[in-house]
């Protein structure tokens, strides 16, 4: 049982996918913290010694991650909301930031379709 940074790591999966389990760490950065901590990156997250879970969370340490990471992300988002920029407007809005369309797609920004009241379709 891995505990990295107070994240349970899944057992039964290879160690750099399982640390994909902590905010911030992907597959390319798990790989390389794996290497940089000597510990084989296919090696099942069970089958690691305390040596290893203590050598792998030296390593994680080194990289922002979890709160640290979570509360920059939140700072950069409020600070563009701030000076107004155009992504800090979007933030605000509530509408996608990065240029996607919205017209047809975004419900995951915007929410579900609003009923307009009294709305009736054109007869000829």
Do not use: W
């Not at 996918?17 to 597959?27: P, S």
């Amino acid at each position: 049982m891995a505990r990295i940074k107070n994240i349970e790591l899944p057992s039964e999966k290879h160690i750099f996918i399982g640390l994909t389990a902590i905010y911030g760490i992907g597959r390319n950065l798990g790989r390389t913290i794996c290497l940089d901590a000597n510990v084989e990156p296919s090696k099942k997250v069970k089958d690691l010694s305390d040596e290893e879970i203590a050598r792998l969370r030296k390593e994680v340490d080194k990289y922002a991650v979890e709160g640290d990471l979570r509360r920059n992300v939140q700072m950069s988002i409020k600070n563009k909301m701030e000076i107004g920029s155009y992504q800090g407007v979007r933030h605000k809005k509530g509408l996608p930031v990065r240029g996607q369309r919205t017209n047809r797609n975004a419900h995951t920004r915007k929410g579900r379709g609003k009923v307009v009241a009294n709305k009736k379709k054109a007869t000829k």
